[in-house]
């Protein structure tokens, strides 16, 4: 019989100097808070305690205890405090796992074949709470280090990446997570008006002040928020462009089957595609832009619909005229008077559009065609 767990044992201090020097070399953030021979003394010593523990707990197939578990949410609680980034504690927490397996596998000899299996059936019952405890004290360090804006900016990319760390912070910080959540993505076009790092902290502080509910900007023009149904998605929105000022075009998508992430990206494609107002009446699905997305998806299709939309251009204010003809449901009394122009003149430019293009305005044709091309021509640019 070997003895898997002696030979491990044994290994311990090099192992752990080994480690070490991998976290440091590799990750920026710990190799600034290594710089002096006292932390890196400390870092050796937290590395030499988790193998220590770990072997043991194996041994006998015990979990780590309470106690173990408070001293590694502590070191987490100091590594945030220390200003370490939350990518590189998730890089730390990877190198660790892949060094003890390979660590089992070195120290394994021809006869450890049960307590090979022992250890890989321990880890994910029992090892799984050291991680766990380490990312709770690192979230919970993070309070003395970040403001709560930027935690809240945190918790929404975690979310939108179905990270399972999200559960925790976002019961630390007290923002409730929908069980069916709703991702809605404002996109501000054009580089002119994408607001500076100042403007978007303080429209996000101004808009959690309004709601408590997971908002970011994940890219300088793209701000994103996860609400719970329509109904808050529209309030958001609302309450969004009358903070910032700023015109939108604005795309939604609910998370079925818990995969967040994929609804982030469908919501992402349809504010690319949907049309950008001043003052969005309504936050658009795939039901109210699928055809938009499926020619944005086929270049030679949305070149076709801009070829169109360059027809219209010619004509006074075509584009203009369609979306508002289409968004009061063709009532040409209702266009009129939302375009402030005599229906006689509405009349003339509808005939031009026919004209020009070939389209009845209010032929099933017409309608299926140039509702697309007038959204495609107000989208933000790709």
Same mark, same amino acid.
């Given at each position: 019989?070997?003895?898997?767990?002696?030979?491990?044992?044994?290994?311990?201090?090099?192992?752990?100097?080994?480690?070490?020097?991998?976290?440091?070399?590799?990750?920026?953030?710990?190799?600034?808070?290594?710089?002096?021979?006292?932390?890196?003394?400390?870092?050796?010593?937290?590395? $030499?305690?988790? *193998?220590?523990?770990?072997? =043991?707990? #194996?041994?006998? %197939?015990?979990?780590?205890? @309470? &106690?173990?578990?408070?001293?590694?949410?502590?070191?987490?609680?100091?590594?945030?405090?220390?200003?370490?980034?939350?990518?590189?504690?998730?890089?730390?927490?990877?190198?660790?796992?892949?060094?003890?397996?390979?660590?089992?596998?070195?120290?394994?000899?021809?006869?450890?074949?049960?307590?090979?299996?022992?250890?890989?059936?321990?880890?994910?019952?029992?090892?799984?709470?050291?991680?766990?405890?380490?990312?709770?004290?690192?979230?919970?360090?993070?309070?003395?280090?970040?403001?709560?804006?930027?935690?809240?900016?945190?918790?929404?990319?975690?979310?939108?990446?179905?990270?399972?760390?999200?559960?925790?912070?976002?019961?630390?910080?007290?923002?409730?997570?929908?069980?069916?959540?709703?991702? $809605?993505?404002? *996109?501000?076009?054009?580089? =002119?008006? #994408?607001?500076? %790092?100042?403007?978007?902290? @303080? &429209?996000?502080?101004?808009?959690?002040?309004?709601?408590?509910?997971?908002?970011?900007?994940?890219?300088?023009?793209?701000?994103?928020?996860?609400?719970?149904?329509?109904?808050?998605?529209?309030?958001?929105?609302?309450?969004?462009?009358?903070?910032?000022?700023?015109?939108?075009?604005?795309?939604?998508?609910?998370?079925?089957?818990?995969?967040?992430?994929?609804?982030?990206?469908?919501?992402?494609?349809?504010?690319?595609?949907?049309?950008?107002?001043?003052?969005?009446?309504?936050?658009?699905?795939?039901?109210?832009?699928?055809?938009?997305?499926?020619?944005?998806?086929?270049?030679?299709?949305?070149?076709?619909?801009?070829?169109?939309?360059?027809?219209?251009?010619?004509?006074?204010?075509?584009?203009?005229?369609?979306?508002?003809?289409?968004?009061?449901?063709?009532?040409?009394?209702?266009?009129?008077?939302?375009?402030?122009?005599?229906?006689?003149?509405?009349?003339?430019?509808?005939?031009?559009?026919?004209?020009?293009?070939?389209?009845?305005?209010?032929?099933?044709?017409?309608?299926?065609?140039?509702?697309?091309?007038?959204?495609?021509?107000?989208?933000?640019?790709?």
């Amino acid at each position: 019989m070997g003895d898997l767990f002696a030979s491990w044992r044994d290994r311990i201090d090099a192992n752990s100097e080994r480690a070490v020097d991998l976290y440091v070399r590799e990750l920026a953030g710990f190799r600034e808070i290594a710089i002096t021979a006292k932390a890196r003394a400390a870092m050796l010593d937290f590395a $030499v305690f988790l *193998r220590r523990r770990t072997i =043991s707990l #194996i041994a006998e %197939d015990l979990p780590f205890t @309470e &106690a173990d578990l408070s001293s590694i949410a502590a070191i987490g609680r100091d590594r945030a405090a220390s200003g370490i980034s939350f990518a590189a504690q998730r890089d730390v927490l990877r190198m660790h796992h892949s060094l003890m397996l390979r660590e089992v596998d070195e120290a394994a000899g021809r006869h450890d074949l049960d307590d090979v299996m022992r250890t890989l059936a321990w880890w994910p019952t029992r090892g799984l709470t050291a991680p766990a405890a380490y990312t709770r004290g690192y979230l919970l360090g993070q309070g003395t280090v970040l403001p709560e804006v930027e935690r809240v900016r945190q918790l929404t990319r975690l979310i939108v990446a179905d990270d399972p760390a999200a559960a925790e912070l976002a019961g630390i910080l007290a923002v409730p997570v929908p069980d069916r959540p709703l991702v $809605v993505v404002c *996109r501000v076009p054009g580089e =002119s008006r #994408i607001p500076d %790092d100042r403007f978007r902290a @303080e &429209a996000l502080r101004h808009l959690l002040s309004r709601q408590r509910i997971p908002l970011s900007w994940e890219e300088p023009g793209e701000f994103v928020a996860v609400v719970a149904d329509a109904a808050a998605a529209a309030r958001m929105v609302r309450d969004f462009v009358e903070s910032t000022g700023l015109p939108v075009a604005v795309g939604a998508s609910h998370a079925t089957g818990g995969r967040v992430a994929a609804a982030f990206a469908g919501a992402r494609e349809l504010s690319r595609v949907a049309p950008v107002r001043p003052a969005p009446g309504t936050v658009h699905y795939l039901t109210d832009l699928f055809a938009e997305v499926g020619a944005n998806r086929l270049p030679p299709v949305d070149g076709w619909l801009r070829e169109v939309s360059g027809r219209l251009a010619t004509g006074p204010r075509l584009v203009g005229t369609l979306d508002a003809f289409y968004r009061n449901d063709m009532s040409r009394s209702r266009t009129a008077a939302s375009l402030n122009i005599h229906p006689r003149t509405l009349d003339y430019r509808l005939s031009r559009v026919r004209d020009l293009t070939g389209l009845d305005p209010v032929s099933v044709r017409g309608v299926r065609i140039l509702s697309t091309v007038v959204n495609r021509a107000l989208a933000a640019p790709s």
